[in-house]
Nanobody, 125 residues
Framework: QVRLVESGGGSVQAGGSLRLSCEASGGTFSTYSMGWFRRTPGKEREFLAS??????????YYGDSVKGRFTISRDNAKSTVYLEINSLNPEDTARYYCAAGRFATPEQARDYEYWGQGTQVTVSS
């Protein structure tokens, strides 16, 4: 069993930045690929970013809508994955989730085995 706990969300003004964290426990963190997704009411879950397991050297992928603004990273010693979200707009308001998958295709939510409860990000004009 893998437990994921997100943190770092909150309210921010347009143009601002946040760094979201997701700490994992109950598994061997370095063997999992990690992803970030977001969801707003009435919308489907949206892929944001992923970072590969240690065997692929932490290769990163980004969704088209956020590429260039968001940055994913991981610290295997801390069993934590981060998502830095920059140049935020009100349209970025959503609940942000992290996920872990041992064999996940980066952008496919269905491939991830474990999910956190999310952290809310609210961007004001």
């Amino acid at each position: 069993q893998v437990r994921l706990v997100e943190s770092g969300g909150g309210s921010v003004q347009a143009g601002g930045s946040l760094r979201l964290s997701c700490e994992a426990s109950g598994g061997t963190f370095s063997t999992y690929s990690m992803g970030w997704f977001r969801r707003t009411p009435g919308k489907e879950r949206e892929f944001l970013a992923s970072i590969g397991w240690i065997g692929v050297g932490g290769r990163t992928y980004y969704g088209d809508s956020v590429k260039g603004r968001f940055t994913i990273s991981r610290d295997n010693a801390k069993s934590t994955v981060y998502l830095e979200i920059n140049s935020l707009n009100p349209e970025d308001t959503a609940r942000y989730y992290c996920a872990a998958g041992r064999f996940a295709t980066p952008e496919q939510a269905r491939d991830y085995e474990y999910w956190g409860q999310g952290t809310q990000v609210t961007v004001s004009s």
